[in-house]
């Protein structure tokens, strides 16, 4: 078989060789759905993703499982809940009251437009959900040997995190059965057989949790170690803050391996993304740009590109404003060129369209409804092969220019002639005149129409400077504007004339 060569071995094949090739993989991520899901966290089902996928393409077995963290409490407030989500602190987020009123619980709130969004990105993880998985029982015997154990795990987190736990503590968590909250419960009983603990919660009541039912969970260290040995993780991508010395994975490497007989999953690292100018992305601050913010703009596969060409361990500081559009001309260089591996991993089975977004930009300021759309397009020569694609991209360039775009990116047709226009002194007014006539019968091409401007300006004795202000400002009351000739050949030969004429 012949292999394809790549100058330099990706990010994610490099992670894809660290383990067999020949044994079957799960690759799992998996976010806890407090808040808006936001381009941070999108960063590791992308990077989960793109190993998954280097995995197949090395011809082995592999899963993409996305676990969603809905059992685990709220921890407070948040900027974008109202003050009625005191009363819920503490609870699992599945079964707080979803803030629209649409939806199932808080935590599908959140997970549904995420679930939806990754679809998008050509992404398809197996989704557990973890208050299922816990209250089917799935994790029954995995929560006996925590309690068993609870000395021997207790030893490991002081020990390697250097935090000193409280007398009595234990790694299970029960569901306080009157304030509902998962509490530090000091935990009195356990009968196995039965698998229910006797507890005593802060709040004051004693109750029993029987955790084959899910009535309350592993506190987050364990419960991490033991989902690797239960769902059978072999490689899983995360946050820094989970990878620092006496962290989570350094505990619940000795965990998984010393009281689940598993062995951790090649952990893959990945840096923060922050929104240029606006620091770190975390919902938890409310300053956030959602998955559906990101994809209102950007194209799936842009979006790819920007995790694919990036090693997981550097910082991302994403520029929605013009350095979109330097994404997305990197992106269009990628496709040209059509071999790279960062492309590959970035590419999206669904109809694209083949219009430069730049030029879209254009084609939306000029059009007055989706018609338009079409026709300028035809009319600048490009041919449409797929009308939906193309209208999904016309609306991210109305939203780029609507939220993001600086303001020079910007510009407005005038009803009538500018008053500025009709004030250009005669032999500029004469040069503009002579441009009219030569593109009048010339073809009607961009580059055509563009450099016309030069022998105008010179037969009139102006700079083409002069001429091309003098174009702009009849056109959009302003000095500058789009490429003057990809401008007027979008919008046409006869709309073009006409508004030139009213200048002699
Ligand atoms: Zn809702
Ligand atoms: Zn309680």
Redesign the pocket.
Known sequence: MEEKVHEKIHWADAKAAQVPSDAPQRVATGITPSGPIHLGNMREVMTGDMIYKALLARGTEAELVYIADDFDPLRKVYPFLSDEYQKYIGWPVSDIP??????KSYAE?FLKPFLSAIKELDIHPRVIRTSEAYRSGMFTEQIAQALIHAEEIKEILERVSGRKLEEGWTPYYPICGNCGQISRAQILSHDIENHTVTYKCPCGHEGVSDYSKGEGKLVWRVDWPMRWATHGVTVEPFGKDHASPGGSYDTGKLITREIYGYKEPVPVTYEWISLKGKGEMHSSKGVVLTIRDMLDIVPPEVLRFLIAKTKPDKTIAFDPGMGLLRLIDEYDRAERAGNSREFELSKINSPQSTIPFRHMITVVQIARDDEAVFSILERSGYEIIDREAVLDQANRAKIWLERYAPEDAKFAISETLPEVAANEPANVKAAVAAYAAAIKDGEWKADVIHNAVYDAAEAHGVTGKDVFTAVYRAFLGADRGPRLGWFLEALGREETLARLALME
């Open positions: 979803c803030p629209c009123g649409k939806h709130h």
